[in-house]
């Protein structure tokens, strides 16, 4: 419905196409039911290695992971874990952590990005998954599309 909107705008046209190509991340981050795709253990680790191949930009990047207290968090991190890893990036797991203190880290030690294992204020059933930069805020959309390309 978006891309049928016209504007001359090439800002809305911007965000128009970035919006409609979107397959996985939604305003905040990856969010769904677990066990049902992409919560999934198989799509983690696969989210991890695109990850850390588009944030480590051949360099060998820290990437943090901190979770909330959800059972399947634990399984997502190991997942996670895995695909960085396997695309060369450091990884130093953080336990379980208020949203905030992973981002306020991922800054404050220099890390190349962080990840928080989390579906806020959703169901205990629901997990998913948020990106920081290495400046502690959101990805932007392009680095999004990039890691879903």
């Given at each position: 419905?978006l891309?049928?909107m016209?504007?001359?705008?090439?800002?809305t046209?911007?965000l128009?196409?970035?919006?409609?190509?979107r397959?996985?991340?939604?305003t905040?981050?990856i969010?769904?039911r677990?066990?049902t795709w992409?919560i999934?253990?198989d799509?983690m680790?696969?989210l991890?290695?695109?990850?850390?191949?588009?944030?480590?930009?051949?360099a060998?990047?820290t990437?943090l992971?901190?979770k909330?207290t959800r059972?399947?968090?634990?399984?997502?991190?190991a997942?996670l874990e895995?695909?960085l890893?396997?695309?060369?990036?450091d990884?130093?797991?953080?336990?379980p952590?208020p949203?905030?203190?992973v981002?306020w880290l991922?800054?404050t030690l220099?890390?190349s990005?962080?990840i928080?294992?989390?579906a806020?204020h959703?169901?205990?059933d629901d997990?998913?998954?948020?990106?920081f930069?290495?400046?502690?805020?959101?990805l932007d959309?392009a680095?999004?599309l990039?890691?879903?390309a």
């Amino acid at each position: 419905m978006l891309a049928r909107m016209s504007d001359s705008s090439s800002a809305t046209s911007a965000l128009v196409a970035s919006t409609a190509t979107r397959q996985y991340f939604g305003t905040d981050g990856i969010r769904g039911r677990v066990g049902t795709w992409p919560i999934s253990a198989d799509f983690m680790l696969r989210l991890g290695h695109a990850a850390g191949t588009v944030l480590g930009r051949g360099a060998r990047g820290t990437v943090l992971i901190g979770k909330d207290t959800r059972v399947s968090g634990y399984m997502f991190e190991a997942a996670l874990e895995a695909g960085l890893v396997a695309a060369g990036c450091d990884v130093r797991l953080l336990g379980p952590l208020p949203t905030p203190a992973v981002a306020w880290l991922t800054q404050t030690l220099g890390a190349s990005a962080g990840i928080v294992i989390s579906a806020s204020h959703n169901p205990y059933d629901d997990n998913g998954v948020k990106f920081f930069g290495a400046d502690g805020e959101k990805l932007d959309d392009a680095l999004e599309l990039a890691i879903e390309a």
